[in-house]
C-alpha cells in the first residue's frame, strides 16, 4: 500500500490555532504577550525570506516579534552588545540568530552568548549538553518537528531500527538523540558512510537531513519505512528534498514531502519554544 503522506502546512496550522487561544489567554492575566527576538546581519536572500516568514508566524499568533536587521558590516562587538541587551529585555522570551552570519562574525561565540533560558533555537551549549543528559531546556525546532510527526502520526518508536543521514548540529545529531532517548536503535550515517544503502534498507524510521537531492531512492528504502525527508534542495527553480519521493512513496508507510512536510513545522515548533520560555519564566511581569 503506498505511503500516507503528511501533511505539514495542515499540522503547523493546526498548532498555530491552538497557540493563538493560549497566547491570548496568557497575554490577558500577564499583561504582556510572548516575545522574540530574531536578528539578521547582512542581506542574504533565503535569510530574509526565513526571518519574514517567522514575524508573519509570530503574530498570527499573538507573539511579539522583534526583528533587528543589521548591516553585514556589523562587527562582532556590536553584535554580542545587543544580544546582552536582549539577554537582560524582560519582554523578550526567545532569542534567535539568523544563521549564517557574515564570514567575518564567528557564529559559535555569538551563539554561545544567547542566554540558554532564552535560546529557542536550541544551538546553546548548555542545550545541546542538555539534549544528551536527556533534559534540554530547548531542543532545535527542526528536530522538534520531526517528532511531532512521528507522534501525530503514532509511529512506535522504542525497540524500532531509526537511520539518520547527515549529523548537522541543527538537524542530525539533535534528532539522533531524541530517536535515543525514545529507545530506538539509532544508526547516525553521514558523507563518508561506506555503502549508504546496506543502513539505509534496515531503517524501520529513516530520517534524511544530508542536503543532496535524490540522495535516498526506493530501492535504498525498507517496505514500510517511515520517511522523513528534511532536505530542502532548490533544482531547476523548483524545492525539492533529499528523498526521491516518486520511487520511494510506493515503498513507505508514511513519507513526509518537500515541500509542504517537515519545514511548516519547523517554524511552528520554534513559537512553541518561545511559549515555553514565556510561561517558563516566573519573573514575567503580572498586569498592574
Ligand atoms: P549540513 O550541510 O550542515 O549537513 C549535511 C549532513 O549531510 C552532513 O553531516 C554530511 O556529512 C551529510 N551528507 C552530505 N552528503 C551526504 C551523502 N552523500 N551521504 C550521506 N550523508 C551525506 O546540513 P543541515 O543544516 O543539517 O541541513 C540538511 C538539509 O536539511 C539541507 O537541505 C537543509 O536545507 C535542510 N534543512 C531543512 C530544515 C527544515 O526546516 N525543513 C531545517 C534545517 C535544514
Given at each position: 500500500?503506498?505511503?500516507?503522506?503528511?501533511?505539514?502546512?495542515?499540522?503547523?496550522?493546526?498548532?498555530?490555532?491552538?497557540?493563538?487561544?493560549?497566547?491570548?489567554?496568557?497575554?490577558?492575566?500577564?499583561?504582556?504577550?510572548?516575545?522574540?527576538?530574531?536578528?539578521?546581519?547582512?542581506?542574504?536572500?533565503?535569510?530574509?525570506?526565513?526571518?519574514?516568514?517567522?514575524?508573519?508566524?509570530?503574530?498570527?499568533?499573538?507573539?511579539?516579534?522583534?526583528?533587528?536587521?543589521?548591516?553585514?558590516?556589523?562587527?562582532?562587538?556590536?553584535?554580542?552588545?545587543?544580544?546582552?541587551?536582549?539577554?537582560?529585555?524582560?519582554?523578550?522570551?526567545?532569542?534567535?540568530?539568523?544563521?549564517?552570519?557574515?564570514?567575518?562574525?564567528?557564529?559559535?561565540?555569538?551563539?554561545?552568548?544567547?542566554?540558554?533560558?532564552?535560546?529557542?533555537?536550541?544551538?546553546?551549549?548548555?542545550?545541546?549538553?542538555?539534549?544528551?543528559?536527556?533534559?534540554?531546556?530547548?531542543?532545535?525546532?527542526?528536530?522538534?518537528?520531526?517528532?511531532?510527526?512521528?507522534?501525530?502520526?503514532?509511529?512506535?518508536?522504542?525497540?524500532?531500527?531509526?537511520?539518520?543521514?547527515?549529523?548537522?548540529?541543527?538537524?542530525?545529531?539533535?534528532?539522533?538523540?531524541?530517536?535515543?532517548?525514545?529507545?530506538?536503535?539509532?544508526?547516525?550515517?553521514?558523507?563518508?558512510?561506506?555503502?549508504?544503502?546496506?543502513?539505509?534498507?534496515?531503517?524501520?524510521?529513516?530520517?534524511?537531513?544530508?542536503?543532496?537531492p535524490g540522495l535516498v531512492r526506493g530501492d535504498m528504502v525498507k517496505e514500510g519505512a517511515v520517511v522523513i525527508?528534511?532536505?530542502?534542495?532548490?533544482?531547476?527553480?523548483?524545492?525539492?528534498?533529499?528523498?526521491?519521493?516518486?520511487?520511494?512513496?510506493?515503498?513507505?508507510?508514511?513519507?513526509?514531502?518537500?515541500?509542504?512536510?517537515?519545514?511548516?513545522?519547523?517554524?511552528?515548533?520554534?513559537?512553541?519554544?518561545?511559549?515555553?520560555?514565556?510561561?517558563?519564566?516566573?519573573?514575567?511581569?503580572?498586569?498592574?
Amino acid at each position: 500500500m503506498p505511503a500516507e503522506v503528511v501533511d505539514g502546512r495542515e499540522i503547523a496550522t493546526a498548532i498555530r490555532r491552538d497557540m493563538r487561544r493560549e497566547v491570548e489567554v496568557l497575554t490577558g492575566t500577564q499583561g504582556r504577550p510572548p516575545g522574540l527576538a530574531v536578528i539578521l546581519v547582512g542581506d542574504d536572500l533565503a535569510s530574509t525570506t526565513y526571518v519574514r516568514n517567522k514575524g508573519k508566524a509570530c503574530e498570527e499568533v499573538g507573539i511579539k516579534s522583534v526583528q533587528i536587521h543589521l548591516p553585514a558590516t556589523t562587527s562582532r562587538e556590536e553584535l554580542l552588545d545587543i544580544l546582552h541587551g536582549l539577554n537582560k529585555d524582560e519582554t523578550v522570551d526567545g532569542i534567535l540568530v539568523q544563521l549564517p552570519l557574515p564570514p567575518h562574525i564567528e557564529e559559535r561565540s555569538i551563539l554561545e552568548a544567547v542566554d540558554p533560558a532564552k535560546d529557542v533555537d536550541g544551538f546553546h551549549p548548555s542545550n545541546l549538553g542538555g539534549l544528551l543528559t536527556g533534559h534540554p531546556l530547548f531542543v532545535a525546532s527542526t528536530p522538534l518537528g520531526i517528532m511531532e510527526v512521528l507522534d501525530r502520526f503514532q509511529v512506535a518508536i522504542e525497540g524500532k531500527d531509526a537511520v539518520v543521514v547527515g549529523w548537522s548540529t541543527i538537524v542530525g545529531k539533535p534528532i539522533a538523540f531524541l530517536l535515543l532517548e525514545r529507545r530506538a536503535s539509532v544508526t547516525v550515517c553521514q558523507q563518508w558512510t561506506r555503502d549508504l544503502d546496506q543502513h539505509t534498507r534496515q531503517a524501520e524510521i529513516l530520517v534524511v537531513a544530508a542536503g543532496k537531492p535524490g540522495l535516498v531512492r526506493g530501492d535504498m528504502v525498507k517496505e514500510g519505512a517511515v520517511v522523513i525527508d528534511v532536505g530542502i534542495n532548490r533544482v531547476a527553480g523548483k524545492l525539492v528534498g533529499d528523498v526521491d519521493f516518486p520511487s520511494v512513496y510506493p515503498k513507505a508507510s508514511l513519507i513526509t514531502p518537500v515541500p509542504g512536510g517537515v519545514g511548516p513545522l519547523t517554524v511552528a515548533m520554534l513559537l512553541k519554544n518561545t511559549l515555553l520560555s514565556y510561561k517558563a519564566r516566573g519573573s514575567l511581569p503580572r498586569k498592574p
